[in-house]
């Protein structure tokens, strides 16, 4: 038996910051996984927006650690309230984000973008950032389902077309 994992719906209008995880405790606080955010930059967010029927939530909120942050919303006042939000994604709009410094970008600039050889040709969709510690690394997977690891540096990363959600990449020693 092969199983296979449902590819998500990408909308390239949304920055998407993470799923929320299970309930905790009984208030109606749930815990996240961010996307490469930093939960105090969602306290700036007016508001966030859930895949579900695009329900708008406002956070009361944060606390925990940047590993685990730990989420109040408004209007979620209880462990069934905070039950119905299990597994939901978190997006905002692009201009609801502050600006960043040169040659920083959002995790949300990569995830689910079209990574594009210098030539033009089509390598595949960023499907992950893993965090390494040192480095960040994009797992790419290409159009016949394989898995290619690229550095999230200059030197591999040459251009980043966020408008156009398409990033050029230069693969250290691929063999085609």
């Known amino acids: 038996m092969t199983l296979r994992r449902k590819k998500p719906k990408v909308d390239l209008q949304k920055i998407y910051l993470g799923r ?3 309930p905790h405790a009984l208030k109606g606080e749930v815990k996240l996984s961010l996307f490469g955010c930093d939960p105090i930059m969602l306290e700036e967010l007016e508001c966030v927006y859930v895949d579900q029927s695009d329900r708008v939530l406002k956070i009361e909120y944060i606390r ?3 590993k685990a942050p730990i989420v109040k919303f408004e209007g979620v006042n209880s462990r069934e309230g905070s039950d119905a939000l299990y597994g939901l ?3 905002a709009e692009p201009g609801q984000l502050p600006d960043l410094e040169d040659d920083f970008f959002y995790e949300a ?4 973008a079209q990574a ?3 030539s033009g040709e089509v390598l595949g969709r960023i499907d992950q950032v893993i965090e390494t510690g040192a480095i960040d690394v994009l797992l790419i997977r290409t159009s016949n389902g394989e898995e290619v690891l ?5 030197e ?3 251009e980043i077309r966020r408008e156009d ?4 990449v230069d693969p250290p020693e691929l063999d085609w």
Not at 109 to 112: A, E, H, P, Q, T
Not at 165 to 168: A, E, L
């Open 64 to 66: 925990g650690t940047d």
């Open 20 to 22: 929320i995880l299970r």
């Open 89 to 91: 994604v978190l997006w």
């Open 165 to 168: 959600s398409i990033i050029v």
């Open 116 to 118: 594009q050889l210098p």
């Open 156 to 158: 591999f990363v040459h």
């Open 150 to 154: 690229i550095p999230a540096t200059r």
């Open 109 to 112: 600039d990569f995830l689910y």
